[in-house]
């Protein structure tokens, strides 16, 4: 057993003596207190993982010290030492929060037996909060799909989020982001923003494919007044606009050959003139593109400017489809059922477990942009509080519910859910308020996921 810090509390210097002695001997941590106060001020210098308190002491007794303590530092366990044959005390310290009692005299292998006990239900709460800690991280996660998080724990969703994480720290270098429609290339570039030293300055989206390229150079890098026909005060352009930030060209590949070189000549100077300007102003721009086509096909014909490419792809970020992370699926429709109840104030508390199932097999040509729309239209079908698989099933892409042993790794989310819920559970003897507080979800959603996993 690793040493625990045990304070004991006792006015007989002996009885204190004896316990240090012992319980030194049998390899823990021991310091001492002859009365509340003292017991007090040694708890503020030092936390200890067990209190062995006394039930008889001057001043205020034993259990009234237990009753303002524990509530104070729940996270001290205390054994009480109470007179011999007092059960009446014995009982109330329990009932206060202590977690054993010794009866007097101390027989030495109570005592050992007792600390055991008690490093035992140390180490037990200590794994729960851990547990409970991830569990609401979770539930925190779900909260968030709303805003523009990546969701997904996947290991290749961890692996982005790492060169995410790397990237941003790189300030000036060039991402560019490949990946099939729909996979969240712009969550990811999104991502990078937030997560670099830019994240004051603004993130400006600029979908290339859809700016007519006779209004391309005036869009990207301004025009003063006068400078064609139509222009009839100056304008900024993005580059000038995203200044401090991070400019997000979408959809690179569109960009036409003329204003390829256009774009390159930017990048490397560094610079921008406005149309129809004679100064230049610098650029202080992090520059971030993406494309759904294979922009390395395209270099190699020919069709995309080599030199172009090199410049956008200092780094290399390629979202992989959904299909390739399918254990990513129940936490995404988890989320997404959650953003769309409260948009269309819904009140769905149960997400049939025969929904992964029968979208197991589903290939997910659209990538996450169609399980969202997936989800969305099935919260629009939904009339009662429990989505099922019937919601799920559209013309185009039917899906078929005899899929559901076919579930693979997609019921992830729920098996870890039943495992929290029944750890709660064991920890707490089965008292569901108490496994609801520690789990850190309502009494009401313990009951409905009990329901659903027929726990
Ligand atoms: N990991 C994810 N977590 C949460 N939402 C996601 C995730 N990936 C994609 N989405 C959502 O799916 C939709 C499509 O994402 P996004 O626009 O980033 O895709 P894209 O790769 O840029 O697609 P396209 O190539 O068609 O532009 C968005 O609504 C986005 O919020
Ligand atoms: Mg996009």
């Known amino acids: 057993m690793e040493p625990l810090k045990i304070l004991v509390v006792d006015d007989e210097p002996r009885i204190r003596e ?3 002695e012992f319980l030194t001997d049998i390899g823990h941590r021991v310091f001492l207190a002859g009365g509340p106060a003292e017991a007090l001020r040694a708890m503020e210098a030092r936390t200890p993982d067990i209190l062995v308190l006394d039930i008889k002491l001057p ?3 034993g259990l009234t ?41 101390l027989r030495l ?41 990546l969701i997904g724990r996947g290991k290749a969703m961890r692996g982005l989020l790492d060169l995410m994480t790397r990237v941003a720290a790189s300030d000036d270098t060039s991402v560019l982001i490949t990946g099939e429609s729909g996979t969240g290339k ?23 494919s859809a700016i007519p390229e006779s209004l391309f150079e005036s869009e990207l890098f ?17 580059f000038e606009y ?26 490397e100077e560094r610079r921008v003139r406005r149309l129809g300007a004679h100064g230049e102003k610098s650029v202080d721009v992090r520059l971030i593109s993406a494309t759904n086509r294979d922009i390395d096909e395209m270099t190699a014909a020919d069709q995309f400017r080599s030199d172009l490419y090199h410049r956008l792809n200092a780094f290399r970020i390629h979202v992989p489809p959904l299909r390739e992370r399918r254990e990513d699926i129940p936490l995404l429709i988890e989320c997404f059922v959650g953003l769309f109840a409260k948009k269309q104030k819904k009140q769905i508390h149960v997400i049939d477990p025969h929904v992964f199932g029968a979208l197991a097999g589903h290939p997910f ?58 750890t709660a559970l064991d920890r707490t003897d089965g008292n569901k308020a108490q496994a609801a507080r520690l789990l850190n979800i309502s009494w009401q959603s313990l009951n409905r996921r009990m329901k659903k996993y027929r726990l």
Not at 123 to 148: D, F, I, N, P
Not at 186 to 208: K, M, Q, T, W
Not at 222 to 238: E, L, M, N, P, Y
Not at 377 to 398: E, M, N, Y
């Open 242 to 267: 995203a200044r401090g930030g991070v400019l997000f060209l979408d959809e690179i590949c569109d960009l036409a050959p003329a204003l390829q070189a256009r774009l390159l000549r930017v990048l």
């Open 109 to 149: 292998n109570d005592v050992r037996a007792a600390v055991e006990r008690t490093g035992k239900f140390i180490r037990l709460s200590r794994r729960l909060q851990a547990v409970e800690r991830s569990y609401s991280l979770l539930s925190r996660e779900v909260k968030e799909a709303g805003g523009h998080r």
């Open 186 to 208: 712009e969550l990811v570039a999104r991502g990078i923003h937030r997560l670099s030293v830019r994240r004051d300055g603004c993130f400006y989206p600029v979908n290339v």
């Open 222 to 238: 301004g025009h003063v007044k006068g400078a064609f026909t139509g222009a009839s005060t100056d304008r900024a352009g993005c």
């Open 65 to 105: 010290l237990l009753e303002t303590v524990k509530p104070r530092r729940p996270d001290v366990e205390v054994i009480m030492i109470t007179g011999h044959g007092d059960m009446e005390s014995a009982i109330r310290a329990m009932r206060l929060g202590a977690t054993d009692y010794l009866q007097k005299p």
């Open 59 to 61: 001043e205020t007794d």
């Open 18 to 20: 004896e316990l240090e």
């Open 365 to 422: 040509p659209g990538n996450v942009r169609e399980l969202k729309n997936m989800v969305e239209r099935a919260v629009i079908l939904c009339d009662g509080d429990r989505l099922l698989p019937r919601h799920f099933q559209t013309g185009s892409a039917p899906v078929d519910p005899s899929a559901a042993s076919a579930a693979e790794g997609s019921l992830d989310l729920e098996s870890t859910e039943k495992r929290l819920i029944r």
